[in-house]
């Protein structure tokens, strides 16, 4: 079964700082990887995909990811913290080479922004 | 274009009794999923419907259930609640003629409180 692992359940980032956010995935097959984001009291909005093509994907709200097969990584970053990003972001590996249309995510790193 | 909508958006329940949520997808999503959000077990699949038909299950026990209609609203049922199913249950529409690579689209949840 194909699994997701999040480094860090707390990372803290100052205004206008970098942000980075760490995702490991396993799968035997090519993954279908995602990046959501959960502001409190609401669901999850996708930020980005990677299906097939282009290893680079830009999202919304300026967060970008790369997919790293070698290092079987799918690390979320954004060059400037805004206050606005303050949120719980999880990555997601979809099931579908596994035959089953599900996502499995990752267990969240919640995002502090500091003023 | 209205997003997902989840009704109702908190619940009491007491034990032993059984729950029914309701999910509304985006208008032309036949595809709907349900997943489980706690604080211990993460996001969690339970199951996913299309056109009417169940196509995938998560690995959760038979007294989650759930069903979908011919406009592809979706319900979901816990019956004989136990404190565990305490949580924040989250709907997703996709078009998803293909597989999960379709942006998955969440609604608000439904928070259910088990007493």
């Known amino acids: 079964a194909q699994s997701v692992t999040q480094l860090g359940s707390h990372v803290s980032v100052s205004e206008g700082a970098l942000v980075l956010l760490r995702c490991n995935y396993s799968s035997s097959v090519p993954p279908y990887l995602f990046w959501y984001v959960q502001y409190p009291n609401q669901g999850l909005q996708l930020l980005l995909k990677y299906t097939t093509g282009a290893t680079l994907v830009k999202g919304i709200n300026g967060f970008e990811a790369e997919f790293k097969k070698s290092e079987t990584s799918f690390h979320l970053t954004k060059p400037s913290a805004h206050m606005s990003d303050a949120a719980e972001y999880f990555c997601?590996?979809?099931?579908?080479?596994?035959?089953?249309?599900?996502?499995?995510f990752g267990s969240g790193t919640r995002l502090q922004v500091q003023p | 274009k209205a997003g997902v909508t989840q009704t109702p958006r908190y619940l009491i329940k007491t034990r032993g009794q059984q729950v029914t949520l309701s999910c509304s997808p985006i208008?032309?999503?036949?595809?709907v999923s349900w997943y489980q959000q706690t604080p211990g077990q993460g996001l969690q699949f339970l199951f996913e419907y299309f056109s009417e038909t169940q196509r995938n299950k998560g690995n959760f026990p038979g007294r989650f259930s759930g069903r979908q209609f011919s406009n592809s609203r979706s319900e979901m049922n816990v019956s004989t609640l136990e404190l565990g199913d305490s949580a924040l249950y989250l709907c997703a529409s996709s078009s998803s003629q293909g597989g999960t690579t379709d942006t998955q689209y969440f609604g608000p949840g439904t928070r259910l409180t088990v007493l």
């Open positions: 997601a590996v979809s099931d579908e080479a596994a035959g089953r249309r599900a996502l499995t």
């Open positions: 208008s032309g999503h036949r595809s």
